[in-house]
């Protein structure tokens, strides 16, 4: 949990590095100490040099919020013996780094920890944010990148996902840097609820956390297995789940499977032939090639605006999102949501460098536009879950003229109706004048320009790329005639059917009708 | 343009000579966007301060219009207490934006040091 420490001014925050063992947490974290030229410090290790309880590290450097950020940076020991000190050390993690072994032979088991790593949470950690450290991925064997997303994202993990060779320092920095923003971003919504705690950290080295691990622990050190028996009755009521059932099985293959590793360890090892303890799918997912709605986990430049983007994102995050095609083959998701987002059928690349390269093309489109279009609207490249990369537009659902007229037709007074109607017109003649700068065509009807923010604005969806030249324009008053006109006529009928019903065969009311109509 | 990781290398070798590099984004200008990017503080929002900067950039430009000023702009620094920043026009349409801690650099390095290696995000 981050403190805020007075005596010093500084906001204390820990990152957990957790992980199957001889996954890299260790090497990890030694690389990070390599980088910003800090001091690791490793209380125990067994004769293979494998972490007994954890590695330490701090790195003090930045501002939040006014106060500096110390980070605390420890890993937990990966040995299914020692899951007592591993959950432990997540029920402090400001974040989470999760080291996996991507390797064939390893990947079963990273699996395997991830998802105990979900039960450990319900016991103590939910809402830390995590990142999936795709380790080792200089190995020949390495699983792809499209199939780590895939995989997580059946198991429905929404979790950044940073490769790395920790051997060599790759993606090291980079996950860190995740991390603590994930950690920054927690303690900001709790220093806005007034929950971050102020006063000194439980522990401020190393010394200090062995201390508070060896009082936690009545020996003998307690197992993975009795870690997740002891845990709260949430824990113990989504054990009986067929999901957990499963998962039960798969632990106590891996207890097996681990202790044989431990005995020989001299040989190569086999691949862990076990079952995924992945979590029910949904009964009816939407369709199996729909692509993943984008989500908080987006990384840097691959969303304009960069700052009110992440914003926007963060919110659309919170609602649930089911991707539907069109049968154009446009992907739309957030119906109902207040947010509409869109995909256009050929909006998806290969690799992120082609994605990126269109995404500035219109995002510079969308910059070139800002005073015309709804200001809450973004544009992001997001990975669609099968290795490539899908551009979205999301755009917040506003009022448009044409629900402002029938709101007023519906329940106002005809002069209340009038001054709807001006107003709309008023609207349309602001907008179709701005619109004469705009670099592409943007429709003006009553259905895609709002009146948000007090002054006329383009609700719609921007053009896809690449946009054709301006063409002829529309005059204001044609523009006027033709969004309005079908409306007053609507609105005849109506009246018109109204008098005759109400007066048939009267000779003024027939005079009044020609009369309305010229 | 370069593509993410050859940005990412270029500011691998700017890192490697410039003691005190804090942080270098490769910004598009008209957007705002980051093309690439590197930090070694975690604190700093690099997206975030490239996005405000290229607004900076696009008002200098701006003023250099109005002014009816036929000369270009090259690059932009900025001192403050304990950091230097620098913004490098990279072409028409790109700009590099540098942050050093000032106690550990000085601005002729950097500049020397960002010329050398302008040449690799055209």
Redesign the interface.
């Known amino acids: 949990m981050a403190v805020l420490d007075p005596s010093c001014n500084q906001v204390v925050i820990r990152i957990v590095y957790d992980g199957p063992p001889e996954a890299g947490k260790t090497t990890s974290v030694r690389a990070l100490a390599t980088?910003?030229a800090g001091v690791t410090s490793t209380p125990e290790e067994d004769a293979t040099g494998r972490t007994q309880w954890f590695d330490w590290m701090e790195?003090v450097?930045?501002?939040?919020e006014g106060s500096e950020?110390r980070?605390q940076i420890v890993t937990v020991p990966g040995q299914r013996a020692l899951g007592a000190r591993r959950r432990e050390l997540l029920r402090t993690a400001d974040a989470i780094v999760f080291v996996g072994d991507t390797s064939a032979a390893r990947w079963p088991r990273t699996l395997t920890y991830l998802e105990e790593l979900r039960q450990l949470r319900i016991d103590g950690v939910g809402a830390v944010g995590i990142v999936f450290q795709a380790n080792k991925r200089d190995l020949p064997d390495a699983v792809g990148v499209a199939d780590i997303r895939q995989q997580l994202g059946d198991a429905r993990w929404t979790i950044g996902i940073v490769e790395s060779v920790a051997a060599d320092g790759t993606g090291i920095?980079e996950a860190?840097?995740y991390a603590?923003?994930l950690a920054?971003d927690r303690a900001r919504d709790e220093l806005a609820a007034g929950r971050l705690k102020t006063g000194t950290p439980a522990q401020v080295s190393p010394a200090e956390l062995l201390a508070a691990l060896r009082a936690a622990e009545a020996p003998p050190a307690a197992s993975m297995e009795e870690a997740l028996a002891i845990a709260s009755p949430t824990v113990a009521t989504a054990l009986t789940s067929v999901a957990a059932n499963l998962l039960g099985d798969v632990l106590a293959a891996e207890v097996d499977r681990e202790w044989e590793l431990e005995a020989a360890s001299a040989e190569p090892e086999e691949p862990v032939r076990v079952a995924l303890p992945l979590p029910p799918i949904p009964a009816v997912p939407p369709s199996k090639l729909a692509p993943r709605p984008p989500d908080a986990s987006v990384p840097?430049?691959a969303i304009?605006?960069?700052?009110e983007g992440?914003t926007i994102l963060l919110e659309v995050a919170t609602v649930d999102l089911v991707p539907r095609r069109h049968t154009n083959g446009d992907w739309s998701a957030g119906l109902g949501t207040g947010w509409r987002l869109v995909s256009k059928r050929d909006a998806v690349f290969d690799s992120?460098?082609t994605g990126?390269?269109a995404?500035?093309q219109w995002?510079?489109l969308?910059?070139?536009c800002t005073l015309i279009v709804s200001p809450h609207r973004c544009i992001v490249l997001a990975a669609t879950g099968d290795g490539r990369w899908r551009l979205w537009q999301i755009v917040r659902a506003e009022e448009s003229l044409r629900d402002l007229v029938e709101r007023a037709s519906s329940d106002a007074e005809a002069a209340d109706l009038a001054d709807s109607l001006c107003q709309t017109a008023h609207a349309l003649v602001e907008v179709h004048a701005r619109l004469a700068d705009a670099p592409c065509d943007l429709p003006l009807t009553l259905d895609t320009i709002g009146a948000c923010d007090a002054s006329g604005m383009y609700i719609g969806l921007m053009p896809e790329m690449p946009v054709a030249p301006p063409g002829e324009r529309r005059s204001p008053s044609a523009v006027v005639e033709a969004e309005l006109a079908p409306l007053l006529v609507d609105r005849l009928r109506e009246l018109e059917g109204a008098l005759a019903r109400r007066a048939p065969g009267d000779a003024q009311v027939a005079a009044l009708l020609t009369n309305l109509r010229r | 343009?370069p593509?993410?990781?050859q940005i990412v290398d270029a500011f691998e070798k700017i890192a490697a000579d410039l003691p005190g590099f804090m942080a270098a984004s490769l910004v598009?200008i008209?957007?705002?966007?980051?093309?690439?990017?590197k930090?070694?503080?975690?604190?700093?929002d690099?997206?975030?301060a490239?996005?405000?900067n290229s607004e900076m950039v696009k008002q200098k430009l701006k003023i250099m219009r109005a002014l009816n000023l036929k000369t270009h702009l090259e690059d932009m620094l900025l001192t403050l207490g304990d950091q230097i920043h620098v913004i490098k026009l990279i072409g028409p349409t790109t700009f590099v934006y540098l942050a050093v801690d000032r106690s550990q650099c000085n601005l002729a390095i950097v500049r020397t040091v960002l010329q050398k290696n302008a040449g690799a995000f055209l």
Do not use: Q
Request: one cysteine or more.
């Open positions: 980088s910003f790195y450097g930045g501002r939040f950020i980070c920095r860190f840097v603590v923003r920054l840097s430049g304009w605006p960069p700052v992440r992120l460098d990126r390269n995404l500035v995002a510079r969308h910059a070139a | 343009m593509s993410e990781k598009d008209e957007s705002g966007m980051t093309l690439g990017l930090s070694v503080r975690p604190d700093f690099l997206a975030a490239s996005a405000y």
